[in-house]
């Protein structure tokens, strides 16, 4: 038995529309010592990042509410999600300087301080994608005058959501938000006794 379970990987471009879809095939050595050639599809784009505001003064966060084409696909809550902000790094960018740019153009604030929370993958059978979260504490001072919302040029409307926390978790209970990256930085704020 060779020493790499992965072998012989092959990569052939189904789509580049929006994001890259790949066909990978390779030769995977299993533990009884028998290999076998897989085929998988791989999704994805560039990483990205998802950001928390929360003001421990007022006890509130804030998030946002946009649509989205797999949740309506999937003929859930009519495509639009509740969720923290956050979007996809540019080529040469810092995750942390991405966070900072993404809450400025889809919510408006100005913040300078954040907290790592964890990278992470959110559908690893199929998504390449990696997401830095972070949480960051927020005033109403830190709020930038006609700001937020998304940008044009992206095709954005977002509606900004400035919520109790307590309402937010409860919004997890009832499924309003069903945002994995938001149930996770949600989470994270109780765990941690952070508001």
Known sequence: ?????????????????????????????????????????????ADGVAVLLYNPTTKKVVLTKQ????????????????????GSIDKNE????TAIRETREEIGYAISELEKVST??????????????????YTNED???????GLDTESEEITILEMSFNEALKMIETEEIIDA???????????????
């Open 94 to 97: 810092a995750p942390e300087k």
């Open 143 to 149: 709020k930038i005058k006609n700001e937020g919302g």
């Open 1 to 45: 038995m060779s020493d790499k379970k992965v072998q012989n990987v092959v990569s052939k471009t189904i789509s580049n529309i929006w994001a890259k879809l790949e066909q990978v095939s390779f030769d995977f050595t299993f533990k009884n010592g028998k290999t076998a050639r897989l085929t998988h599809e791989v999704y994805g784009k």
């Open 120 to 137: 992470v993958f959110l559908s690893p059978g199929l998504m390449r994608e990696k997401v830095h979260l972070y949480v960051a504490k």
């Open 181 to 195: 990256r938001t149930i996770m930085l949600l989470y994270h704020l109780k765990i941690k006794e952070l508001i």
């Open 67 to 86: 649509f989205r084409i797999p949740i309506y696909v999937a003929g859930v809550k009519n495509g639009f999600s509740i969720e923290v902000c956050g």
